[in-house]
Structures are given as C-alpha cells and as structure tokens.
C-alpha cells in the first residue's frame, strides 16, 4: 500500500469539511481530536504497529460512545453514524488479526466514511436546510 494514497484520503476527508460548524464546541472538539486519532492511526496502519493500532481503534470507538457523537444519531446522521462506527470496528478487528491486507483496506474504509458524512452535510446545506 502506498502511502501517497493514504495521505491523498486523509486530504480529501478535510477538504470536504466546512471551517464553520451549525453543531457547537462540544462537536467541533470531538472532530478535531478524531482527526488526531485518525492520523495516529494511519501511521500505526503504515508501519503496522499493531498494540499501537489496537489503542488507538479503541480510543475512535470510544470517542463514539460520548453525548457530543450522540448528536449524530439523530435520524439524518444515523445511517452515517453506524457506518462509520462500523467501518472502526472492521478496522480494530482486521487489526486484531494483524491482517497486513484487510487493515490498510480497512483505513481507506473508515476515511471514506468520514467524507461520506461530510459530503452529506455539505449537500443538506446546500439544500438549504
Ligand atoms: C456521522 C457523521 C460524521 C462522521 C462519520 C464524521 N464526521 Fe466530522 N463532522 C461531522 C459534523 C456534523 C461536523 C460539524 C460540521 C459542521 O457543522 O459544519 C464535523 C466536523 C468535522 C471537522 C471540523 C471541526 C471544526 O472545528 O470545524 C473535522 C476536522 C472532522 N469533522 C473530522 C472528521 C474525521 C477525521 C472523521 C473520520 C475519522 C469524521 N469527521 C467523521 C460529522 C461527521
């Protein structure tokens, strides 16, 4: 897997992201340090750190556990909200089997859900809703 890629996901994950937020401080924290994680986890996917990955697919999935994720279970999020959670899950468990093809797969996975949330919002709004 080349990393070229990866980096070129991660980009496009942000770019998609409007600087303002209509959700509030609580949600804009947690954004920010799901970035963090998500970076912290591509380096471990990279060079395959795997007690690395483990803890740092845990830290994503408890960052979903908190009240401010809850405001994305909200009916428009939710379908978003679970594929993301999900996409975590496939992650640490292609992790756990220190699977060298599923986890890289599995990152790309996760980014794309992270866009795909975003992209959604992006249009709601253009919609003008
Ligand atoms: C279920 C929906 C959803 C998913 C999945 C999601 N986000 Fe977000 N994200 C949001 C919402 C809502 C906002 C607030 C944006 C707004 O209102 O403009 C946001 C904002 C952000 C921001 C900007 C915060 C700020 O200060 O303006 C970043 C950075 C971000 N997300 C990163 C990520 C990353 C990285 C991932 C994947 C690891 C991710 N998001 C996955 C819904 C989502």
Avoid at 55 to 65: G, N, V
Avoid at 70 to 90: C, D, K, N, Q, W
Wanted: glycine share 4%.
């Amino acid at each position: 897997m080349n990393r070229t890629w990866f980096g070129a996901l991660a980009l496009l994950a942000l770019s998609s992201v409007s600087a303002t937020s209509a959700q509030g401080p609580a949600l804009d924290r947690l954004m920010h340090r799901k970035l963090e994680c998500s970076q912290k986890i591509l380096e471990a996917v990279v060079t395959s750190q795997w007690e690395d990955l483990d803890a740092r697919t845990r830290e994503m999935e408890a960052l979903t556990d908190g009240p401010a994720w809850m405001v994305l279970t909200a009916p428009e999020y939710a379908l978003h909200s679970a594929g993301f959670i999900r996409a975590v899950r496939t992650l640490r468990e292609a992790a756990a089997r220190r699977d060298l093809d599923a986890t890289p797969t599995a990152y790309a996975a996760l980014t794309l859900s992270c866009v795909e949330c975003h992209r959604y919002l992006a249009r709601n709004r253009l919609a003008g809703k």
